[in-house]
């Protein structure tokens, strides 16, 4: 039961941390919370000096820098738990001939750190197809019911007959 106390005083710490990446020379900075949501973005008096392509590149290394260090406040956090856990005999042990689980579950590589590339079309396709909703390629729309003007009456868009 104790356990369970401490894991959930842990998920309360964790819930409160912060962390801040700075960038561009202190121009910018942001933080994130432990969840990695931006809570706060603030530019300098030097960050007017920056382009808007600069200042962008800033905003986003900050932001990443900023992740990354409320990521290891987190692993320091949650460290004692994990090494407690780590000295618990694994079922495998307990039970002989049952398979290690953990061998078993697939390590998520990390998430690219780039922006990423527009998607390819084929050189084939006209961007101005038009598509339905499953995707595949929609006849051309044709209207049946449509009066032709009579070229007589002249070209004014109202007609006084309104």
Do not use: Y
Request: proline residues 9%; glycine residues 4%; without cysteine.
């Amino acid at each position: 039961m104790q356990q369970m106390r401490d894991i959930a005083e842990l998920q309360r710490q964790r819930a409160q941390l912060t962390a801040e990446g700075v960038a561009a020379e202190g121009a910018v900075t942001v933080v994130v919370n432990a969840d990695n949501i931006v809570v706060a973005t603030r530019f300098d008096a030097d960050s007017s000096d920056l382009d808007l392509e600069e200042l962008a590149q800033a905003v986003t290394a900050a932001a990443q820098k900023a992740a990354a260090a409320v990521a290891e406040k987190s692993r320091e956090l949650a460290a004692p738990v994990v090494e407690a856990r780590g000295r618990l005999p694994k079922l495998s042990e307990l039970l002989p001939g049952l398979p290690d689980i953990q061998e078993h579950i697939p390590v998520a590589p990390p998430a690219p750190l780039t922006e990423p590339a527009p998607p390819e079309l084929p050189v084939d396709v006209d961007v101005r197809e038009v598509r339905d909703s499953g995707g595949a390629a929609a006849a051309p729309m044709e209207f049946t019911d449509v009066e032709n003007p009579d070229e007589s009456q002249g070209s004014e868009v109202a007609d006084s007959s309104w």
